[in-house]
């Protein structure tokens, strides 16, 4: 199984590291070509989706995937609940269109909202096979879709900012994306989709309070873009999102990977509690352990980065990325703690955490935008999570019985390194490096980027070696390392033998 897993994460990390490479030069282009206002436009309308969409999320992957034998009739009454549900979603979106307009006194959004609810009803006839082979910790397929979807999303987008400079080009490339995963899964898993329901019940018990737990969890962190768009206006919100975004990446596009092949392979020794709780402790530490120096690095860098990825014009979105970015690298240390409670079939368990989070998150953001706006919606959010984090280790703590501190303590040496490297990188900011010009940025923020790396991992095998050397990241990244030294020397010895 750790085995398939590293071969797992190889792939979607393969994945996100091209994701990545075009989402940064699409945000290089399209921060140029469009106007906050642009991007605020049409987050109004992908906010309101989101919130819609998941009202009505039936998480049917989720439920083939911990199902113990799936058979065809299964899926076919996945794909058939999947496009029933995207054809009323997406049809009563498009007919929400004037209303919304008329309430956002924007007669832009007619459009927008259209589109995306084409989108919406493209995106239900998507291949609900391909679990398949998620079930058997395959994930290579992962890696075309993302892939291919975020390409086709991209050259479209780009295209259509260059020709138009308006917010059609994030509708094209959204369009374009959605077409290209449902072609993709065809030909990834072949399957001929047939109309069938036998299995309503039984796929509905196991993803029910997933579903619940969805709504209430989407509308709760979609709730502070929803009153930034209604009580601050587009170009607010626009910078909002976009700020948001980027300080969501590092950690996200880090972290993605590993988190995203959790839920499988928690799920193959979920029936061994002693078992379960080593592979979470080893999973909890290793994404702590990649995703605080990605976020805390953008956040220390988040000026200079904003200026040289977006724009002058973007300027109001660094205190968005300084704070964020700092919030989802504190997250990870407690993210886990979803795929543990899927693979241990607690969905009902979720939703009421998505539901306690909400009444705890929903006044603390309401009271930080009454008292402060924009700024105040930022650090409330900031709070919010911490109180967040403290709920989803008691949570682990009752799902496989890990004490708090130990919990902590599991992240310990990351910690630690992530504020040595943070001061490290603050002092040097102080320092006035003379260069000019977009090649000489480029180079100083890679060195930074670089030299604060440098620092964290010094520091981390400093305290690793301090503590006798456990086994934790610090023995995952080694035994990688190792792996990859052995694969190269014996293909060097091969070629030397030819």
């Known amino acids: 199984m750790k085995d398939k897993l590293a071969k797992g994460v190889v792939w979607l990390g393969g994945a996100k590291v091209l994701v990545n490479l075009l989402a940064l030069s699409s945000a290089l282009v399209l921060a140029r070509l469009l106007t906050p206002e642009d991007f605020g436009l049409v987050a109004i309308a992908t906010t309101l989706l989101a919130i819609v969409s998941a009202m009505s999320e039936l998480s049917l992957a989720a439920a083939l995937i911990h199902h113990k034998d799936p058979t065809d009739a299964h899926f076919h009454t996945a794909w058939t609940l999947n496009a029933l549900r995207a054809i009323l979603i997406g049809g009563l979106f498009c007919a929400s269109a004037p209303f919304v307009a008329s309430f956002y006194k924007d007669d832009r959004l007619l459009v927008v909202i259209v589109v995306l609810g084409l989108s919406v009803v493209l995106s239900g006839f998507g291949n609900p096979k391909v679990v398949v082979r998620t079930r058997n910790l395959e994930f290579w397929q992962e890696f075309v879709v993302t892939v291919a979807q975020k390409l086709s999303g991209f050259v479209i987008s780009v295209a259509l900012a260059v020709i138009y400079k308006s917010y059609w080009a994030l509708l094209g490339g959204t369009l374009a994306s959605q077409v290209t995963g449902v072609l993709v899964s065809y030909l990834i898993y072949p399957y001929r989709p047939r109309f069938a329901v036998k299995h309503i019940k039984e796929l509905w018990s196991f993803s029910i309070w997933l579903t619940l737990g969805q709504a209430i969890s ?4 979609k709730l502070d873009h929803l009153l930034v768009g209604v009580y601050l206006g587009p170009q607010a919100l626009g910078t909002y999102t976009v700020g948001d975004n980027l300080a969501g990446m590092p950690t996200r596009e880090t972290t993605g990977p590993i988190r995203q092949a959790l839920f499988p392979g928690f799920r193959t020794v979920a029936h061994n509690e ?4 080593r592979a979470y402790l080893r999973a909890q530490a290793l994404i702590s352990a990649i995703a605080l120096p990605a976020g805390f690095c953008c956040a220390v860098l988040a000026k200079p980065l904003v200026l040289l990825v977006l724009g002058p014009k973007w300027l109001n979105s660094v205190l968005v990325v300084q704070v964020l970015a700092c919030v989802f690298a504190l997250q990870t240390m407690s993210s886990t703690v979803q795929p543990l409670a899927l693979a241990k079939g607690e969905t009902q368990l979720l939703f009421k955490r998505d539901l306690f989070n909400f009444c705890l998150r929903v006044p603390i953001i309401v009271a930080g935008m009454l008292l402060g706006g924009l700024s105040g919606i930022i650090y409330a959010r900031m709070v919010s999570s911490l109180i967040g984090n403290t709920i989803e280790m008691r949570l682990v703590k009752r799902l496989i019985g890990l004490p708090l501190l130990q919990q902590l303590r599991n992240s310990m040496r990351s910690l630690v390194s992530v504020l040595v490297m943070s001061l490290c990188l603050l002092a040097a900011m102080r320092i006035d490096w003379a260069h000019t010009g977009w090649a000489a940025e480029v180079l100083w923020l890679v060195g930074m980027i670089g030299a604060g790396l440098a620092v964290y991992l010094a520091s ?13 990241p610090e023995t995952d990244l080694m035994h ?3 792996k990859i030294l052995t694969k190269l020397s014996i293909r060097s010895g091969e070629r030397r033998m030819e």
């Open 218 to 221: 989407t509308l709760n962190w």
């Open 274 to 277: 002693m078992q379960l709780r």
């Open 460 to 472: 981390h095998f400093a305290l690793w070696f301090a503590a006798a050397r456990p086994i934790g």
């Open 480 to 482: 990688m390392v190792g």
